[in-house]
Structure formats: C-alpha cells, structure tokens
C-alpha cells in the first residue's frame, strides 16, 4: 500500500513535468496582434521608480512617459488607453519576459545599443526619447566639469549603459575611474545622498528628478557634460515584424500629430472638419492605413484622444511645469531644431 | 490469456518495472519536449547562443579585484573575479557566524539570567527579520556612522576610516619575497614538527619534553633572520589623500563590512540555536560523570560535551552554511560585487545571453554548495560514533 502511494507520487511528477513542457511550448505566438487582441488587454513591461518616466503617484498607480507610451498602443490596438497590464520588472527580468512572450511590448527607456539589438531576440521601435548620460556632484566640491573627476568615486545602477559610457570615457581621458554599482537605481541615489560617491549618475532628464530626493537638493548640482548618445525605444521581439510596424506607426502618429497640431482636446474637429490630407490619412478618414495595419479606422484617433500627442505627453510628465523640467533640445520636432519627425503618412 | 496478464500484473516486480518504465517514459519525454521549445523559440527570436561573448571586452568597473582586474578585462574574467568575491564573503561569513553563533548557544544555556535573556532577543530578533531589509539596514546605518570624507579618523597617520572604507597601508614586496615566504613556511614545519613531537613524548613518559622550546624559537628566528639578512625587503604602501579620497594602500569597503555584518548576525542566530540543540542532546549524565572524574568546567565541554554534541550539530549546520553560502547572492542590492551582481545585473544587460549566464549562475552556486557539502559530510562521518550508522 505504501508502495503504491509512493508510485503515485512518482507519476504525479512526472506528469506534472509534463505538463509543464507543454505549457512552456506555446509560447512561440503565430500572431502578436490576434493575441492581444484575443486577450483583451496589453502586458507592457515598465522599470518602475523612475520618476517622469514610470513612478507610482500620489494614490500608488505607476504615471509617466513610459506608462503613455504603453496606452497609446493598447488604444491604437484595443480601441481603450486602459486596457493595460504594466507588469514591474527589473531590466533583465524584462529581456527574458519579452523573449518568452510573457510581455508585448517593453516601454521601459532603454537605450538603443548594437549588442541590445542584434541577436539577443529583441527588437527597437523608435527613439521616443534622445537622451544623453549626465552627472551630479556636491555643490561643496567645487567641480564645475568632468573633466576634474578623475579618481572621483561614482554610485551607479547595473544594467544600464550608464557604467559602461563612463569606463570608456575616463579610459579615453586617462582618468581613475571608480564605481559603486547597484542593482537598483534607487539604492544608487541614496548611497549618494549619505556621502558614500562623489558623483550620481544617470541620463540626463532622470537627474533632475533624483535631485528632488535627496535630503537637500540646493546642495547638489548638475554637470554641463553630457558623455553619451542615449537613443531611447521601447521594444519589441525579434521576427514579429507585423506587430513591430503597428508599434512603430502609432508612435510616428503620436509625433505626426503634433507636427499637425492635432491634440487630444481637437481630435475629434480635426477628424471631422480637417481637409488637411496627411490629417485625414492619419485620422483614418481616408486611405486604407488601418486595413494594412488589420487594426481599426480609428487606431490613430484612439491613440491621440487616449494619450495625446508627443508634445502633450512630454509636458505632461518630463517638461518645464514637471519636477523632472526637462529642456526638450534633441526632442523637439524636427522643424523647431529638435531630431523627432515621423517618416510620411502616404 | 486475460488471467496469465492478471498474474504478471499481480507480480510485484513485473509492475514496478512497468510503472518505472512508464515513468522514465514520461520524464524523458518531457524534457525531451523543453529542449525542443527552447531551441525553437531561439531560432524564431533569432537569439545567438554559445559562450563566444566571455572573452569579450566587458567594459565595467569592479571595485573589490583581488587579481588584476580593469574595464578591458573580458566578461570571463569578471565572473571569476566577482566569484572570488562570493567565495571570500562566503568563507568570513560561515567563520564569523559560527564563532558568533558558538558564544550565542553558550549565553542560551548560561545559568545567568539577564545573558540567557540577551541572547534569547537576540536570536528572536535576528533569525525573523528578513535578510534583505538587515543588509539595507546595516548598509544605510554605516554609512550615516561613518565620517565623510574630509573628516577621516585616522590612526597615526597610517590607518583611516571614512565612508568611502577602511584605508590601512599594504605591504609591497621587493626584491626576495619569495626567500621571506619560504622561509615562513619552513618555520610553520618547524614549529609543527616541534609541538607534535613534544606531545608524543609527554605522553609515552608522562614528562613535558624539554628541548621544545629551542624549535620553537628556530621557528620564530628564521624569518627574521631572512628579513635581515635581506635587507627588510619590504615597504608599505600608506593611504594618502588626493583629490577626492585616499588612494594606495589596501580599502575594506563598507559594502563588504555591511554584507559580512548582515549575514553574520542573521546566520549566527540560527547556528546558535542548532549548537545549542547539539549541547543539550548530550544526557546529563555525560556532564556529571565527567565533573565527577575531576575535569575542569572548560575541560567537561571541550573533552566530553562539545565532541559529542558535534554528531548532532553537523548535519544541520551543513543545511546553515549552504543558505548562508547562497544568501550572499543578494549582494547586488547593496554594491558589493559578488558573482550575481556582475552576472544577474551588468553582463546579462550588455549581452542578453541569458540562457548562458543562468546556466553559469546555477552551476557556480551549485558547485559550491555541493563542495560544502561535501566537506561537511565527510567531517561528518569522520567524525560519527563507530558502531553506529
């Protein structure tokens, strides 16, 4: 009798390992977009805890740029900004999650590197965001530029480019470098605050904010020099080339309809009244965009009305009247000086 | 027929082997499946695989090398130095907390009350709170102890203390180390050789040997000798102030002072008790027949208590330095580098072979768990009572 019990636990096991293959084997999904769809709901994998990008607000529900972005897809695709899952991840969680197709999308800020793109099974969208590796010192210091830190001693997060841009830059100046690296952006900051590094840093626009948390940001000031090129995307997994178009055009709309003024207040007039024929393509009223996109007339109205244009969801979350009161230099439209300009809408 | 297949069915070996081959059946058959999928799914994401990418540049800094270590150095070598950095926590961690842990069960067991209470919080204390929140605790709580850095303490101008670590001078070996390190060896042999040899005579003639002390004092005189005969070849490198902060010298950086406190503290609480099960496994009459051949209190617990406890003491003990062994993974939480910090964080970031570097994780804890336990399970039957198993 109890070696029966014994054989039953065995093939319990058994069987559960079984089971567990065949789960694990679907995760290869024919079509991206039939799944979410299916589904209901979009899982987007976001970073939380960096302000203006993805922090928890007042009531604990995660507000940014990186949460946008996120809507703006689930409402092109669903036809509702809410239909979203945000799951929390830490940066390689959230490699591993996309290549499993646990996620759709991830709108975390990333930056966009050769070794990120090719043959690790992700794939980028577009720059969202040009944003560039900066620095904050004590004000007590008396530093007013990198070039006098060598041998300075830096808290930096793992995982970015951060740690890698400013080895090769002290190398390339024949400077000591040295480095304190954490696992979480957030211990980084608060090893600074207590004194333990002589410099913070992260890319530019998350500085700002960060400041804002030590115990008395006066005290604390942000370098002119900027090392690095951080070209910002969300991504998306390799080979599903259909559902990486549908991403990369409501991104392009949401930075089109700001070039054409179109907001979320006046959407709806410049859907109806519009005679403007890139508005009435983008808008769905012409053209058979959506059809090729096998999303809905609406995707590109559903988006802006959901979230936005680009300019209204940067002054939303990362512009002047925001903690962060990010310049937005690079991130202007290509005709105010900036690099954002969306590829035709013909 | 039907009753011939009932009468193997109802045959006790012929059934094992039926379930056993339908059981190996199912498992290969379901690993067989995962193999499949993984390298499907590989192929569709077009994920390149292998472990090319360890001789590549890593490019990031480890602030604790014991060997030489810089940003061109290959992911490789990261690993092995962030290894040595596990290995080093691992080993301090399992020797402070089982000191720590051996006072603990004393003070349990003592007969005055406010020790036996003291130890008692501490225990509670310390083995139910979290480890995470200890180590950020112990982290955050020295660095706001420690004077910043233009307020270094120092020690005549030799040693200093700031948040930035402990800065004492490191020895530079100059011409002939090698002669001064021999040397050293050769006096241990001595020294060894000298205390067994007086031990085995007092104890066939009951007499202390005489002569042990002129070993004894080769032992201390031959590396002197050398040194001097050398010229003292050695010099030390003192921490000096710069820009910033001290430079030269050897730094304790207070990310392994805060790891080393956190897990000695929480490991302790727990060794303490599994030592204080052990002492008090041993019957009472153990304890008064030793009192009662006239033994010293320290000699009742060194001779009779202590070797006996052991048998109980190591099994569990074992199960202790296995988690603490593996609980120094959650060092990337506070920057001290160990070898989840350089693979779970940075390498797995740059590269995104995870597939490779989990394999390297798992089978690096692995190894080194099964080796500790290894060492223990042989300490253990070293050392269990003869005549029984």
């Known amino acids: ?346 | 027929m039907m009753s011939t297949l009932s009468r193997l069915w109802g045959h006790s070996t012929t059934r094992s082997l039926i379930y056993q081959s339908a059981i190996v059946l199912l498992v290969s058959a379901a690993v067989l499946t995962l193999i499949q999928t993984a390298t499907n799914n590989l192929q569709r994401l077009g994920i390149r695989t292998g472990f090319e990418f360890l001789s590549d540049e890593a490019g990031f800094v480890i602030n604790q090398a014991l060997f030489p270590y810089g940003p061109t150095s290959s992911y490789g070598m990261a690993i092995l130095v962030c290894l040595v950095n596990t290995l080093i926590l691992s080993l301090l961690g399992i020797l402070t907390s089982t000191t720590l842990g051996f006072f603990v069960a004393i003070a349990r067991l003592s007969r005055n009350w406010l020790l036996r209470a003291l130890a008692s919080a501490y225990v509670e204390l310390f083995r139910n709170v979290p480890l995470l929140l200890q180590l950020f605790f112990w982290y955050f709580a020295t660095l706001r102890l420690l004077p910043g850095k233009r307020e270094s303490l120092s020690l005549f101008d030799l040693i200093y203390l700031n948040i930035e670590g402990l800065f004492v001078p490191a020895p530079v070996f100059g011409q002939g180390a090698a002669l001064i390190a021999g040397s050293i060896l050769v006096s241990t042999v001595i020294a060894g050789v000298t205390l067994k040899f007086a031990r085995q005579h007092r104890e066939s003639t009951g007499k202390p040997f005489q002569h042990a002390r002129y070993g004894y004092a080769a032992a201390v005189l031959l590396p002197i000798a050398t040194l001097a005969a050398l010229d003292f070849p050695i010099s030390w490198d003192v921490p000096v102030f710069k820009r910033f902060n001290f430079e030269g010298g050897f730094a304790l950086q207070p990310e392994f002072v805060a790891m080393l406190l956190a897990i000695t503290l929480y490991n302790a609480a727990f060794i303490g008790e599994i030592i204080r099960a052990g002492i008090m496994s041993v019957h009472k009459g153990q304890r008064e027949a030793a009192r009662s051949i006239g033994l010293t209190a320290r000699e009742v617990y060194t001779v009779v208590i202590i070797p006996q406890a052991m048998r109980l003491i190591v099994p569990p003990l074992t199960n202790q330095y296995l988690n603490l062994t593996k609980a120094t993974a959650l060092a990337a939480a506070i920057g001290y580098p160990d070898l989840f910090w350089a693979v779970g964080g940075s390498i797995q970031a740059q590269t995104g072979q995870i597939l490779e570097l989990q394999a390297i994780t798992l089978s690096t804890y692995l190894a080194i768990s099964l080796l500790i336990a290894l060492l223990l399970n042989w300490y253990n039957r070293a050392t269990r009572l003869r005549g029984r198993s």
């Open chain 1, 1 to 346: 009798m109890k070696r029966t019990a014994r054989y039953h636990r065995i093939i319990g096991i058994a069987a559960s390992t079984l089971f567990a293959a065949v789960t694990f084997s679907q995760n290869a999904v024919a079509d991206r977009l039939e799944e979410v769809q299916k589904a209901g709901i979009l899982h987007c994998a976001v970073v939380p805890g960096v302000p203006g990008y993805a922090f928890p607000d007042a009531s604990g529900k995660l507000v940014g740029f990186d949460i946008e972005l996120c809507r703006a897809v689930a409402a092109a695709v669903l036809g509702d900004a809410d239909k979203v899952k945000t799951t929390k991840m830490n940066l390689p969680t959230s490699f591993g999650a996309l290549q499993a197709g646990e996620v759709d999308i991830i709108t975390h800020r990333f930056t966009w590197t050769f070794s990120r793109d090719v043959g690790t099974g992700m794939n980028y969208t577009r720059v969202m965001v040009w944003d560039g590796q900066g620095f904050l010192v004590r004000k007590s210091l008396g530093v007013k530029s990198l070039t006098e830190l060598g041998g300075a001693t830096f808290c930096l997060a793992s995982g970015s480019t951060t740690e890698a841009n400013a080895a090769d830059y002290f190398r390339t100046h024949n400077m000591d470098f040295k480095s304190v690296t954490f696992s979480d952006m957030k211990a980084a900051a608060q090893a600074y605050n207590a004194g333990r590094c002589d410099v913070y840093s992260t890319d530019k626009f998350g500085l700002g904010a960060r400041r804002l948390t030590f115990d008395d940001p006066s005290e604390h000031v942000i370098l002119p020099e900027v090392i690095s090129k951080e070209p910002i995307s969300p991504m998306v997994a390799h080979g599903e080339d259909h559902w990486r178009d549908i991403a990369f055009w409501v991104f392009n709309a949401l930075i089109a309809a700001e070039e054409h003024g179109i907001t979320q207040a006046n959407v709806d007039q410049m859907r109806s009244s519009s005679n403007n024929p890139e508005i009435q393509r983008i808008l769905g009223v012409t053209g058979k965009f959506a059809a090729k996109l096998k999303l809905s007339d609406s995707w590109a109205y559903d988006a802006i009305k959901g979230v936005g244009n680009y300019g209204e969801i940067w002054d939303r979350h990362l512009g002047p009247n925001t903690k962060i009161g990010a310049d937005r230099g690079l991130n202007n439209l290509w005709t105010n000086g900036g690099l954002m300009m969306s590829p035709p809408f013909r």
